[in-house]
């Protein structure tokens, strides 16, 4: 039997896809990660699969043919830590590496499914469409996106974006993602400045069309990324670059009120000087153009964001991990 391969999946999306992939019988999976002293280890708790292999091991096997036949490569195994100005190591990892996944893949006919990033869209000046005439423009803001950029770049300019999937997440939140640092999403810092003072602290606006607290990011369930990932295992005709989010921008202010509504609380919001060298940076508005996923053939409704919130929350005030 074909075996199915998750690279980060003792990541955040990825530890939520395999057991998703669990749910639907899926089970002979080859899990790869790169866990170290790291908490990720506990994302791989209760899941079934039939071998795990550190990164730098796994790879010269799969090349080699150890892992027999394969139907499909999840690649979401990546630096994604937008503090990183280690550009060579990003190019190494995030890149490289990409690169010969990608083409073992192509070479084998196996169905690639790989974690590109909104984060390529830099300032947002040019909108947030995946249409693939876009990708050569694009500025991405920071070394993590510069190195996600140079792989959809790298399968644009070759001719083959039509024989992959790239999908760009926009801003994930929800199960899984407690041991991302200050990578965490802005519901669960929320959650825990609740538990701690009582209150969120949120950027201030230095932007005259945002007031406080009503900058905007296309907030999307980590749920809803994981069906919509899995939309391209079940519909292999699909390929090319796809936006995953909601299409609907909302405030961090409207986040931050669910988060105290599934609490049962008021809300406490205090609005604190962004730090400058932040500032010129700064996005104040992202939102998924998810037309093209929806023309593909998804239709699965997307979960509101109120709702999704009180999900997470009712989780992490019953689960440890």
Same mark, same amino acid.
């Given at each position: 039997?074909?075996?199915?391969?998750?690279?980060?999946?003792?990541?955040?999306?990825?530890?939520?896809?395999?057991?998703?992939?669990?749910?639907?019988?899926?089970?002979?999976?080859?899990?790869?990660?790169?866990?170290?002293?790291?908490?990720?280890?506990?994302?791989?708790?209760? &899941?079934?699969?039939?071998?795990?292999?550190? +990164? @730098?091991?796994?790879?010269?096997? !799969?090349? *080699?043919? $150890?892992?027999?036949?394969?139907?499909?490569?999840?690649?979401?195994?990546?630096?994604?830590?937008?503090t990183v100005k280690d550009?060579?190591?990003?190019?190494?990892?995030?890149?490289?590496?990409?690169?010969?996944?990608a083409l073992f893949a192509?070479?084998?006919?196996?169905?690639?499914?790989?974690?590109?990033?909104?984060?390529?869209?830099?300032?947002?000046?040019?909108?947030?469409?995946?249409?693939?005439?876009?990708?050569?423009?694009?500025?991405?803001?920071?070394?993590?996106?510069?190195?996600?950029?140079?792989?959809?770049?790298?399968?644009?300019?070759?001719?083959?974006?039509?024989?992959?999937?790239?999908?760009?997440?926009?801003?994930?939140?929800?199960?899984?993602?407690?041991?991302?640092?200050?990578?965490?999403?802005? &519901?669960?810092?929320?959650?825990?400045?609740? +538990? @701690?003072?009582?209150?969120?602290? !949120?950027? *201030?606006? $230095?932007?005259?069309?945002?007031?406080?607290?009503?900058?905007?990011?296309?907030?999307?369930?980590?749920?809803?990324?994981?069906?919509?990932?899995?939309?391209?295992?079940?519909?292999?005709?699909?390929?090319?670059?796809?936006?995953?989010?909601?299409?609907?921008?909302?405030?961090?202010?409207?986040?931050?009120?669910?988060?105290?509504?599934?609490?049962?609380?008021?809300?406490?919001?205090?609005?604190?000087?962004?730090?400058?060298?932040?500032?010129?940076?700064?996005?104040?508005?992202?939102?998924?153009?998810?037309?093209?996923?929806?023309?593909?053939?998804?239709?699965?409704?997307?979960?509101?964001?109120?709702?999704?919130?009180?999900?997470?929350?009712?989780?992490?005030?019953?689960?440890?991990?």
């Open positions: 039997m074909s075996k199915i391969i998750v690279t980060g999946a003792a990541g955040f999306i990825g530890a939520n896809l395999v057991r998703a992939l669990n749910r639907k019988g899926e089970d002979r999976l080859i899990l790869v990660d790169h866990i170290a002293e790291s908490e990720k280890w506990k994302n791989l708790l209760e &899941v079934k699969f039939l071998d795990y292999f550190d +990164k @730098e091991e796994f790879l010269p096997l !799969l090349e *080699k043919g $150890y892992f027999g036949k394969i139907k499909a490569i999840f690649h979401l195994g990546a630096c994604s830590d937008t550009v060579n190591y990003l190019i190494e990892n995030n890149y490289r590496y990409s690169q010969r996944l192509i070479k084998k006919g196996i169905t690639f499914i790989y974690a590109s990033s909104a984060a390529t869209y830099g300032d947002g000046s040019l909108g947030f469409s995946d249409d693939h005439e876009l990708i050569p423009r694009l500025k991405p803001l920071n070394p993590y996106g510069f190195s996600k950029q140079l792989f959809d770049l790298w399968l644009y300019y070759n001719g083959l974006l039509e024989r992959v999937v790239g999908l760009k997440y926009f801003n994930v939140f929800g199960e899984r993602e407690f041991h991302k640092g200050e990578m965490r999403s802005v &519901v669960l810092k929320a959650y825990e400045q609740i +538990k @701690e003072t009582g209150k969120v602290r !949120l950027f *201030k606006s $230095y932007h005259p069309d945002f007031a406080d607290g009503e900058q905007k990011r296309d907030f999307v369930y980590v749920q809803d990324a994981v069906e919509m990932t899995l939309f391209f295992l079940e519909h292999p005709e699909a390929k090319g670059i796809f936006n995953v989010g909601t299409g609907k921008a909302r405030s961090f202010n409207d986040l931050v009120k669910a988060v105290f509504k599934a609490l049962g609380l008021s809300p406490n919001i205090e609005y604190i000087e962004m730090p400058e060298k932040i500032r010129n940076q700064y996005q104040y508005f992202t939102q998924a153009d998810i037309s093209k996923i929806r023309r593909a053939g998804y239709n699965k409704p997307i979960t509101e964001l109120e709702e999704a919130v009180e999900k997470y929350v009712k989780f992490l005030e019953t689960e440890k991990w």
